[in-house]
Structure formats: C-alpha cells, structure tokens
C-alpha cells in the first residue's frame, strides 16, 4: 500500500458533491462530464435521493469555485449539495484501499 501526503502535493482540502441529473437526460453524458474534472478521484454512482458522489481534491478557494461552477453548468444536473473538508494525511489510512476495479 503508497500512502500519500497530500499536503506535500499542494492539496488542502476535498470536495464532495452530490448531484441529481434529471430525467430526460443520458445518465452516461453526466458521468462523462464529471469524470473529466480536474482533480476527481472518485466518482459513484448511488441510488436514492442522488445519483452521483463526486470527490474531488482542491488546492485553494479559487478551485473550489471553478470546480462548483463547473459541475452545476453540466447539462442535466438538476440538483447539487457540496460537501467541503481537509484532506487527510497519510492518504489512504492505513488499511483502507483505493482500488482501480
């Protein structure tokens, strides 16, 4: 297992988005768009209220807002809740694992 100091790499905090797209559009065109934002790391898919979890690394406020301006100007996200928080040094924990599957 790499851990990683995030700090060291110039992140200091994590966003988490929650988005809902609407119904007339093609859940595979959101998910196109969000994984090609900057910085995101995990993208799932969820039932329930929200179709997405999108967490993504910031380096500084100015980030932050491009990256919930770009999110919120994809084409069907009807709705949207951020979450923002430090990131956690090491990264992963020890025991956790990010898996590529």
Same mark, same amino acid.
């Given at each position: ?7 060291? %790499?110039?992140?200091?905090? $994590? ?24 910085? $995101? ?11 997405? %979890?999108?967490?993504? %690394?910031?380096?500084? %406020? ?40």
């Amino acid at each position: 297992t790499i851990q990683l100091d995030l700090t060291k %790499l110039g992140y200091f905090a $994590n966003v988490s988005f929650a988005l809902a797209y609407s119904s007339e559009i093609e859940p595979n065109d959101v998910i196109r768009e969000v994984v090609a934002i900057k910085n $995101n790391y995990l993208t799932i898919k969820i039932s329930g209220e929200y179709d997405l %979890l999108i967490h993504i %690394l910031l380096k500084d %406020l100015s980030q932050l807002l491009l990256t919930q301006k770009q999110v919120a100007e994809i084409p069907g996200v009807a709705r949207l809740e951020m979450l923002v928080y430090p990131v956690f040094s090491p990264w992963p924990n020890c025991g956790e694992y990010i898996s590529t599957f």
